[in-house]
C-alpha cells in the first residue's frame, strides 16, 4: 500500500521576518490560502488518503504540524528527537510502515515546496509505482528539468531509457553534488541532467535493505528503536537510540552507492523549492515594473522589488529599487535583492544585537 | 500682559505614515516625550503661564488640540472653522485677547517647531518685551541665522541695529518671498539676511491697527465677529463671518507693509521646522554610517538612511542606502531620501487608489 511520508524538519529563518525559529517555511501560506505543509499533505490525495499520510518532524515543530494537519493520526506525526539528515528520517518512516504493512510502499517529500498541478503529481506517483511494481528493487526520484544553471541544487545524470507510460523514465549514470556555474552551466547544456528535488518513491523494505547494505550504522540503531513501536517506550527509545545515528542525508547514504537500483522520473510537473524570497517572483508573475506584491501595497517610482505585508498594513514605496520588503507584525525587513546572502548575514547580526526573540 | 498665541493649523501628511490628515505633525513626539505641541505651550512658561495660553487650530483638530493640552482653558482653544492662513488667525486672537485686557501683548508662534534651549527663547521674549516697552508701535518678529541657501523659507533684510540688551535687534530693510538657489546663495553670503521662522511678538492693538490699516477687509470681519466674544453665538458668528476673510498670511497682508514699524530680533536659540523626514538628521545626529534611527531597528552595510519605528517593532534592514523607513501600526513607508518631492506625489497615489483612510 502507498504511503506518504512527509519529512518536515526544516527549520530556519530564509523566510525572516515571516518565517521565525519557531515557524519555518513549512508552516507558511506562500502561495494560496493553505500553509505549505498543508498543501504537501493534499498534494498526493486522494491517491494516498490522509489515514496514510505520516510527517516526520522535531519537536520544536510537532505542536505546530498537529494544529495544522488536524486529521493526520497522532501517532503517524513521528517527532525526532534531534535533526539527522533524511537518511535517519527516512529509515525511520520504513519501520513504522513496515510494523503493518511488509509491502508498504513509500512517497517521501519534503513539506515545503510548492508542485503544480497536482494532477501531473499524482501522475508521477502513478508512474513511479507502475516502475516499482514491474521491480521492486527500484529507487525512483524524481527529477526537475533544469531551467537554469544553479548552484545550489544536487544534479542526477540520466542514462539509458526504459519502459515508461505517463512520463520518461531513466537508469541514473551518476550523481552530482552542487556544481559550481561552469559545472552547472555544463549539466544544463548537455540536455542529461535533473535537478534532484528530494522526492522518492520506494518500497519500504527495499529501502531499508539498501541502508542496511550501504549504511548499517542506521540499520543497527533502527532495529533496536523497532520493538518500541507501538508500545510505551516509543519516544523514550527514540531520545536514546535517533541521537546516535549519523547525520547523513539519503542521497549520500544510498542513493549514491546503490545507482543501479535508481531510476530517475522525468516530473511532468512544475516544482519550485522557494529557497529565498528572490524566488517569490516565480511563484507571483512581476508586475510590468518587475515588481512582485502581497496584500496592501502603494508603489510608486518602484521597480523590480518583492514586497510582502498583510491586507491591513499598507506599505508604500517610491523611488526605490531591487529591494526586499516584508511586513510582519512584529517586524519588518529591508534588503538589497541582488544579495542572496543579505539575510543570512542580517539574521547573526539581529542575534549579535540580542535580538533572538525575533528570530 | 504677554498672552501666547500658539498657532496649530498645521494639516497634511509630510511626515506620513506618522502624521496623519486627523494627526499633524503638532500632535506628533518628534523629539523627547512631548508632543510639538506640547512643548511649544511649555516653552514661553513660566513667563507666560497656561492660564495666558491661546490655541488657535482648526475643527479637525480642536478634540486632539484640547487632549493633548489639558490644562490650556476650553474657551482658549480657539476654532476655526476653516483655514485663512495665519493673517486671519492672528487678527482672531487679537481681538480675543483685547476682549480682557486693551494692553494685551501677543507672542505668536507656530506649534510645530523644534526651538532649543527653551531659556534662550525666553531670552528672546524678554528682549522682544523690552523693545516694544519703549516703543509701542514696533512689531517684533525672530529672524534665523541661515544655515544654508534654502529655497523654502522667506527672508528678511536686516538694517540699522537698534539698541537691545539680551540679543541683536534690528530694523528691517526688506522681506523676500522663498527664492531661488541663486538668490537664496546671495542673501545667506552677504551675511544680511535672517530666515522668517513666523514667531512674533506685538502688542494685539497694533497688530490690528496695522491689520485695519492694510487689510481692512479682514478687520471689517473681525469688528462683526467682537461683539460675539463671550456670548452664545460665538461659534455660530465665527462660523458665518471667518470664511468670508481673505486667506493670506500675517506676512503678506501687515510685516512686509508696515516694514517700517518692524524689528528683526536675532534668534539666540537653535531652530528647525522639522519640515520633512529630511530633517530629521538635524535632531538626532546621525551614526557612523550616517543613520539616523528610532526606535528598534537592526541596520547592517545600511548608510545614510533615516529610519523610525516603535520600541516593539523591528525593523531590520541590510545593504540599503540612502532610504526613509518608517514604521507604525497601519502602515509602512520606504522612501527615496534624495528625493524631496517624493512624499507629496506619494501620498497623491495612496489617494488615488481610494487608500484615503492610509492618509
Same mark, same amino acid.
Given at each position: 500500500?502507498?504511503?506518504?511520508?512527509?519529512?518536515?524538519?526544516?527549520?530556519?529563518?530564509? *523566510?525572516? #521576518?515571516?518565517?521565525?525559529?519557531h515557524?519555518?517555511?513549512? *508552516?507558511?501560506? +506562500?502561495?494560496?490560502?493553505?500553509?505549505? &505543509?498543508?498543501?504537501?499533505?493534499?498534494?498526493?490525495?486522494?491517491?494516498? #488518503?490522509?489515514?496514510?499520510?505520516?510527517?516526520?518532524t522535531?519537536a520544536a515543530h510537532a505542536v505546530e504540524t498537529a494544529r495544522q494537519?488536524?486529521?493526520?493520526?497522532?501517532?503517524? &506525526?513521528?517527532v525526532?528527537?534531534?535533526?539527522?539528515?533524511?537518511?535517519?528520517?527516512?529509515?525511520?518512516?520504513?519501520?513504522?510502515?513496515?510494523?503493518?504493512?511488509?509491502?508498504?510502499?513509500?512517497?517521501?517529500?519534503?513539506?515545503?515546496? %510548492?508542485?503544480?498541478?497536482?494532477?501531473?503529481?499524482?501522475?508521477?506517483? !502513478?508512474?513511479?509505482?507502475?516502475?516499482?511494481?514491474?521491480?521492486?528493487?527500484?529507487? %525512483?526520484? =524524481?527529477?526537475?528539468?533544469?531551467?537554469?544553471?544553479?548552484?545550489?541544487?544536487?544534479?542526477?545524470?540520466?542514462?539509458?531509457?526504459?519502459?515508461?507510460?505517463?512520463?520518461?523514465?531513466?537508469? $541514473?549514470?551518476?550523481?552530482?553534488?552542487?556544481?559550481?556555474?561552469?559545472?552547472?552551466?555544463?549539466?544544463?547544456?548537455?540536455?542529461? =541532467?535533473?535537478?534532484?528535488?528530494?522526492?522518492?518513491?520506494?518500497?519500504?523494505?527495499?529501502?531499508?535493505?539498501?541502508?542496511?547494505?550501504?549504511?548499517?550504522?542506521?540499520?543497527?540503531?533502527?532495529?533496536?528503536?523497532? #520493538? !518500541?513501536?507501538?508500545?510505551?517506550?516509543?519516544?523514550?527509545?527514540?531520545?536514546?537510540? *535517533? /541521537?546516535? +545515528?549519523?547525520?547523513?542525508?539519503? @542521497?549520500?547514504?544510498?542513493?549514491?552507492?546503490?545507482?543501479?537500483?535508481?531510476? %530517475?522520473?522525468?516530473?511532468?510537473?512544475?516544482?519550485?523549492? $522557494?529557497?529565498?524570497?528572490?524566488?517569490?517572483?516565480?511563484?507571483?508573475?512581476?508586475?510590468?515594473?518587475?515588481?512582485?506584491?502581497?496584500?496592501?501595497?502603494?508603489?510608486? @517610482?518602484?521597480?523590480?522589488?518583492?514586497?510582502?505585508?498583510?491586507?491591513?498594513?499598507? &506599505?508604500?514605496?517610491?523611488? $526605490?529599487?531591487?529591494?526586499?520588503? %516584508?511586513?510582519? /507584525?512584529?517586524?519588518?525587513?529591508?534588503?538589497?535583492?541582488?544579495?542572496?546572502?543579505?539575510?543570512?548575514?542580517?539574521?547573526?547580526?539581529?542575534?549579535?544585537?540580542?535580538?533572538?526573540?525575533?528570530?
Amino acid at each position: 500500500m502507498l504511503q506518504a511520508v512527509i519529512m518536515a524538519g526544516g527549520s530556519g529563518t530564509r *523566510f525572516w #521576518p515571516q518565517s521565525r525559529r519557531h515557524l519555518p517555511k513549512q *508552516f507558511l501560506q +506562500m502561495t494560496g490560502n493553505q500553509t505549505l &505543509i498543508q498543501q504537501a499533505s493534499d498534494r498526493s490525495q486522494p491517491a494516498i #488518503p490522509v489515514d496514510r499520510t505520516w510527517i516526520v518532524t522535531g519537536a520544536a515543530h510537532a505542536v505546530e504540524t498537529a494544529r495544522q494537519l488536524p486529521d493526520v493520526p497522532a501517532n503517524q &506525526i513521528l517527532v525526532e528527537p534531534c535533526g539527522r539528515n533524511t537518511a535517519p528520517c527516512v529509515g525511520l518512516a520504513a519501520i513504522q510502515l513496515l510494523a503493518n504493512d511488509p509491502d508498504a510502499m513509500m512517497l517521501v517529500m519534503p513539506a515545503d515546496h %510548492v508542485i503544480s498541478p497536482t494532477s501531473k503529481f499524482q501522475e508521477a506517483i !502513478a508512474e513511479a509505482t507502475r516502475v516499482i511494481g514491474e521491480d521492486p528493487s527500484t529507487l %525512483v526520484l =524524481f527529477g526537475i528539468e533544469p531551467e537554469y544553471p544553479s548552484t545550489g541544487f544536487g544534479y542526477i545524470q540520466r542514462g539509458e531509457r526504459i519502459e515508461s507510460k505517463l512520463c520518461p523514465v531513466y537508469r $541514473v549514470t551518476s550523481f552530482r553534488e552542487k556544481p559550481d556555474l561552469t559545472k552547472a552551466t555544463e549539466f544544463v547544456n548537455s540536455g542529461e =541532467f535533473y535537478w534532484n528535488c528530494g522526492i522518492f518513491v520506494w518500497r519500504a523494505q527495499t529501502i531499508l535493505d539498501a541502508l542496511k547494505e550501504f549504511s548499517p550504522e542506521i540499520t543497527d540503531c533502527l532495529e533496536r528503536i523497532r #520493538p !518500541a513501536i507501538g508500545t510505551d517506550r516509543w519516544q523514550e527509545t527514540l531520545e536514546v537510540e *535517533f /541521537p546516535k +545515528m549519523p547525520s547523513i542525508s539519503i @542521497d549520500c547514504a544510498v542513493l549514491e552507492r546503490a545507482s543501479k537500483q535508481v531510476r %530517475v522520473l522525468e516530473a511532468p510537473f512544475e516544482w519550485d523549492d $522557494v529557497g529565498s524570497w528572490q524566488a517569490l517572483p516565480r511563484l507571483f508573475p512581476a508586475d510590468r515594473q518587475g515588481n512582485t506584491t502581497n496584500g496592501l501595497c502603494c508603489v510608486v @517610482d518602484t521597480t523590480d522589488c518583492i514586497i510582502r505585508t498583510r491586507e491591513d498594513h499598507l &506599505i508604500a514605496t517610491i523611488g $526605490v529599487n531591487d529591494l526586499i520588503i %516584508v511586513h510582519t /507584525p512584529t517586524a519588518t525587513l529591508v534588503a538589497d535583492k541582488q544579495d542572496e546572502n543579505a539575510l543570512k548575514k542580517l539574521i547573526a547580526a539581529i542575534e549579535a544585537q540580542g535580538l533572538t526573540p525575533y528570530l
